[in-house]
């Protein structure tokens, strides 16, 4: 089963909306690989910065070391990203 859930942005877990806490929970609670997807062009507002969503991966990583991950970068035809 592939489960595709909303976009966590880069900010304090208390500062999360509802959407952001699913994903978190799905992640948590249900026996999954992650596979988390970046848009690295930083095209698409201020949270799109690479260096936030770098960020983000970082600290999803480290809160579920032991689930299985794939990084996969969107995008990769624009020079930018």
């Known amino acids: 089963q592939v489960m595709d859930t909303p976009g966590v942005l ?3 877990d208390s500062e999360r ?4 806490g699913l994903t978190l929970a799905a992640a948590e609670l249900l026996p999954s ?4 997807v970046m848009d690295l062009s930083g095209t698409s507002g201020a ?6 969503q770098l960020a983000v991966r970082e600290k999803i ?5 032991s689930r299985p991950w794939l990084d996969v970068r969107s995008k990769a035809d624009l020079p930018i990203a």
């Not at 990583?61 to 070391?65: G, N």
């Open 10 to 12: 880069s900010r304090a």
């Open 17 to 20: 909306n509802p959407l952001e």
């Open 33 to 36: 690989a992650i596979v988390f």
């Open 47 to 52: 949270q799109s910065s690479p260096l936030l």
């Open 61 to 65: 990583r480290s809160q579920f070391p």
